[in-house]
């Protein structure tokens, strides 16, 4: 059974940094299309940041400049680096894996974890 566990959410003034870290078991994160959601109460969940399999990296404007994605193939564990943090980053953040092949697509998520930003 594929899982994508999320940690390193939490409370965090304004400012402040957190990285978030996506453990992967049963695929590759190397292999897939990763990619990190966030769901603010009220909103639609919306894209922060994906990295392909080649490597190839989006960052969604709200948070370009200030969120990095990464990962790590060896530990294979996707990352997020947030930094300048700032009220409106406060949601509920998402691991997603994607990975697309002529039958099917596969499509797995996190169970989330929770980013609080205080002003």
């Known amino acids: 059974q594929v899982q994508l566990v999320e940690s390193g959410g939490g409370l965090v003034q304004a400012g402040g940094s957190l990285r978030l870290s996506c453990a992967a078991s049963?695929?590759?994160?190397?292999?897939?299309?990763m990619a990190w959601y966030r769901q603010a109460p009220g909103n639609q969940r919306e894209l922060v940041a994906t990295?392909?399999?080649?490597?190839?990296?989006i960052t969604g404007d709200p948070v370009k400049g200030r969120f990095t994605i990464s990962r790590d193939n060896a530990k294979n564990t996707l990352y997020l680096q947030m930094n300048s943090l700032k009220p409106e980053d406060t949601a509920v953040y998402y691991c997603?894996?994607?990975?697309?092949?002529?039958?099917?697509?596969?499509?797995?998520w996190g169970q989330g974890t929770q980013v609080i930003v205080s002003s």
């Open positions: 997603n894996a994607k990975q697309s092949t002529s039958f099917r697509l596969y499509d797995y």
């Open positions: 049963r695929i590759s994160v190397s292999a897939y299309n």
């Open positions: 990295i392909t399999s080649r490597d190839n990296t």
